[in-house]
């Protein structure tokens, strides 16, 4: 048997830097539109429509406001919902608005319409081979944990952190307290994700070194195309 020695802790971000929603990284406006096909075929709704009601709406478009009182899954559903309902009703769909909401919200959830990117798995494979512990730890659904068993990679990430579960999301220093406290307060770490704010600033803010993947921003220290240059910067020195 080959005992592997533990090298450190890789904290994931799951949207557009693991795998993408059923329409594309962040994809509820359209999910919303989804729903419209559905319940009132040929309704002329855009996601510009339905913008002017959600922006700014979701847990995470205001991270530093705690959310506490949503750990629940049916009490973050029912806050989301919410929003979703009163978007329905400011494009005129009043009377199913509630439907609408619930289905939206389903569309989004079902992890069986989730898919991750072609190195992924390769990837994470490989460092977990070279003695690499990985973290999800997203803004995200509370159906995450779920959905990355349906995805495969419950074989692979040992420690799911998720905003629904801690009513915190990154960069809120205490959402990444949380991360660092349910991976055993790692000496050595890094944060991969695709958003500068949430996954790089709050990461490094927090003490863990930080790479910038599948976008760009002129601030960050380190930016990786894919998931294979991230491994490359992560292997090629430890991180403190």
């Given at each position: 048997m080959?005992?592997?020695?533990?090298?450190?802790?890789?904290?994931?971000?799951f949207?557009g830097?693991?795998?993408?929603?059923?329409?594309?990284?962040?994809?509820?406006r359209?999910?919303?539109?989804?729903?419209?096909?559905?319940?009132?075929?040929?309704h002329?709704?855009?996601?510009?429509?339905?913008?002017?009601?959600?922006?700014?709406?979701?847990?995470?478009?205001?991270?530093?406001?705690?959310?506490?009182?949503?750990?629940?899954?049916?009490?973050?559903?029912?806050?989301?919902?919410?929003?979703?309902?009163?978007?329905f009703?400011?494009?005129?769909?009043?009377e199913?608005?509630?439907e609408?909401?619930?289905?939206?919200?389903?569309?989004?959830?079902?992890?069986?319409?989730?898919?991750?990117?072609?190195?992924t798995?390769?990837?994470?494979?490989?460092?977990?081979?070279?003695?690499?512990?990985?973290?999800?730890?997203?803004?995200?659904?509370?159906?995450?944990?779920?959905?990355?068993?349906?995805?495969?990679?419950?074989?692979?990430?040992?420690?799911?952190?998720?905003s629904?579960?801690?009513?915190?999301?990154?960069?809120?220093?205490?959402?990444?307290?949380?991360?660092?406290?349910?991976?055993g307060?790692?000496?050595?770490?890094?944060?991969?994700?695709?958003?500068?704010q949430?996954?790089?600033?709050?990461?490094?803010?927090?003490?863990?070194?930080?790479?910038?993947?599948?976008?760009?921003?002129?601030?960050?220290?380190?930016?990786?195309?894919?998931?294979?240059?991230?491994?490359?910067?992560?292997?090629?020195?430890?991180?403190?």
């Amino acid at each position: 048997m080959v005992v592997v020695t533990r090298v450190g802790v890789i904290f994931w971000d799951f949207d557009g830097t693991l795998g993408y929603g059923p329409h594309g990284p962040g994809s509820w406006r359209p999910c919303l539109i989804e729903a419209l096909d559905q319940l009132h075929p040929g309704h002329g709704v855009t996601p510009a429509d339905l913008r002017q009601f959600t922006r700014n709406r979701y847990p995470w478009s205001n991270p530093d406001v705690a959310h506490t009182h949503l750990v629940s899954a049916a009490e973050w559903w029912a806050e989301l919902e919410a929003v979703f309902g009163e978007a329905f009703e400011g494009v005129g769909y009043v009377e199913t608005a509630t439907e609408l909401a619930n289905l939206a919200g389903r569309f989004y959830a079902d992890g069986s319409r989730w898919g991750l990117f072609e190195d992924t798995i390769p990837v994470l494979q490989q460092l977990r081979d070279n003695g690499w512990q990985h973290v999800v730890f997203s803004n995200n659904v509370p159906e995450l944990e779920t959905n990355l068993g349906l995805l495969g990679l419950n074989q692979i990430v040992e420690v799911v952190v998720c905003s629904a579960a801690i009513g915190y999301e990154k960069p809120h220093p205490e959402a990444y307290r949380c991360a660092l406290r349910a991976a055993g307060h790692p000496r050595t770490r890094w944060m991969v994700g695709d958003n500068f704010q949430a996954d790089v600033v709050g990461a490094e803010q927090a003490g863990i070194p930080a790479i910038l993947v599948r976008s760009e921003h002129p601030h960050a220290q380190r930016r990786a195309r894919d998931l294979v240059e991230a491994a490359t910067i992560i292997t090629a020195r430890p991180a403190g």
